[in-house]
């Protein structure tokens, strides 16, 4: 009897450990897109699974998931290698919701790449992201 208490006690302790392991690893949006961007150097469908399956509501838009993956491949065809990316600027409404805009640096030329996170409890989530190359009006003059 004490043996099998023991087995159960652990069993439970291994289960809320990889619970709160989960939840350490995704604790700030720096964190997030961290674990994202190293992804996306080796395998880009597998980067974008990944920032979705941070909300279980886009997640389950696998028509918005497949559509981000065809516009990142066809863009990359376009734009030559990828080779790094760059943060130019995060913005934050309140506590819980931030805006984070990426400099996405391709052969051929930079791509913008605006990704929005939304903490509603204490998890950090992904509300949305886009990203596109015409984003001249946004830089600023640096004397």
């Known amino acids: 009897m004490k043996r ?3 087995i159960i006690v652990a069993v439970v302790a291994m289960l809320a450990g ?7 690893t995704q604790n700030t949006p720096e964190d997030i897109m961290s674990k994202f961007f ?3 150097n080796n395998d880009v469908n597998q980067a974008i699974d990944y920032l979705f399956s941070t909300n279980e509501w886009l997640e389950a ?15 990359r065809k376009l734009l030559g290698n990828f080779n790094g990316y760059e943060l130019a600027g995060k913005y934050y409404l309140g506590e819980s919701y931030a805006k984070y ?7 051929r030329q930079p791509v913008e790449f605006v990704v929005t996170m939304y ?14 190359s015409d984003f001249e009006k946004d830089m600023i003059r640096v004397d």
């Open 4 to 6: 099998t208490l023991i």
């Open 101 to 107: 805009v990426y400099v996405l640096k391709y052969d």
């Open 38 to 40: 190293a992804m996306f």
């Open 119 to 132: 903490r509603p409890d204490k998890v950090w989530k992904l509300q949305n992201m886009n990203f596109h």
């Open 18 to 24: 990889g619970t709160t392991a989960k939840a350490q």
């Open 61 to 75: 838009n696998k028509d918005g998931t497949t559509a981000m993956k065809e516009k990142f491949e066809a863009s």
